[in-house]
């Protein structure tokens, strides 16, 4: 949620850095409310100190034995004021509360202008050691008639019938080989970022309240994309208290409101998590989207990054973290390039984004892999996330709040059997992942 203060203080500024997100904020129904707002305060307060003074004269005059009864009928109407009075402020904080929720974040100085992902701009590009790139900067063709990851996968054990009679369409089965190298994957990305990058792995809930995914930002604005739960007989909090249950769409979800309502410790920064779930997307609106294959399903599995900081080292985190996962596409031999997104293809909550793109021979082209975000205090000023410093007088500060996939399990399965096919259908598996394929180094169909 953007900080009403600075509405209040430098409300220019605001509706421009809104503006580079495409967004026309309505100046004049915020100018609106704030005038309501601030004469409602104004005459509360004036109330309230006409209420002091008729309470110490009503006291003189009784004293002395006089008539105090016009000073005490004046000061009897006066709670009933004030009770109005505070309904009205608390509905016009509603009303500015409730749409705010749905105004994005405000982008970086740094986040360049544009309106579409045809404005991002490039960082840099990556391609193993072994491969030249082509007078385009890209990876060289295969030299060989090139297949797509479905005609590729199908004969290793990807199954899209089975998932279709199952769960219908946008869903995937895996078997045999293809299964267990969906699972090295997962099992690299979590180790790698253990092990190497210092982050905690955890295991988080699959479904979560209404109230969580307020704190994230998926609700309200995004509730049509994610899966509601059909609530039971049962007699746990979130069904007492009424609140609706939803499939999480990413473990950032989890992962990041696991620090809601709470004031951490200075030295509990940063704070560095990651897991691997799966994760449901209903997909509204993308219809004729990469309907073929694995690109855009509505149940896949990612290993989500997510750290904690200190205000002042976000940006730090936010580059640290991309490092974090261009080191899966590295040690998976996967050509990839970096893009910073542009103001008008940001996602709702942040700040800054970089995409990590992969590519995809048989699309020839780079595709979304991974996408890492700073959303600053947005997040926190929702959930009530804080820290306070070190010293007695210190005052609880928000925290900032970074997301990233390192990496989307099934794009990256995908990747890796376009990048590593041969002639004869075959899969070469990247060295990093043998370990945990029994020291199998090739893939083939039955």
Known sequence: MLDQNLLRKDLPT?????ALRGLSFDTERFNRLETERKASQMETEALQARRNA???????????GED????????????????ELEARLGAIQEELSDWLLNVPNLPHE???????????VEVRRWLPGNMQA???????????????HVALGEPLGLDFESARKLSGSRFMMLRGQIARLHRALAQFMLDLHTERHGYQECYTPYIVNGSTLLGTGQLPKFKDDMFWVTKGGGDDDAEADGEDLYLISTSEITLTASVRESILAEDQLPMRLTAHTPCFRSEAGSGGRDVRGMIRQHQFDKVEMVQIVHPEKSYEALEEMVGHAEAVLQALELPY????????????GAAKTYDLEVWLPAQD???????????EAFQARRMQARFRAAGPKAKPEYVHTLNGSGLAVGRCLVAVLENGQQADGSVVIPE????????QEVIKPA
Request: aromatic share 4%.
């Open 14 to 18: 605001v509706v421009k850095a809104l």
């Open 54 to 64: 008729l309470a110490k004269q009503i006291g003189q005059l009784k004293s002395r």
């Open 68 to 83: 105090a009864s016009e000073l005490m009928t004046e000061s009897q109407a006066i709670p009933a004021r004030l009770k």
């Open 110 to 120: 740094s986040v360049p202008a544009g309106e579409s992902s045809d404005d991002n």
């Open 134 to 148: 082509d007078a385009e900067g890209n990876p060289p063709k295969l030299g060989f008639e090139t297949r797509d």
């Open 337 to 348: 390039r970096v893009v910073l997104l542009c103001g008008g293809d940001m996602g709702f």
């Open 365 to 375: 082209t780079w595709r979304e892999i991974s996408s890492v975000s700073n959303c």
């Open 432 to 439: 990093a992942l043998r370990p945990y394929m029994g020291g």
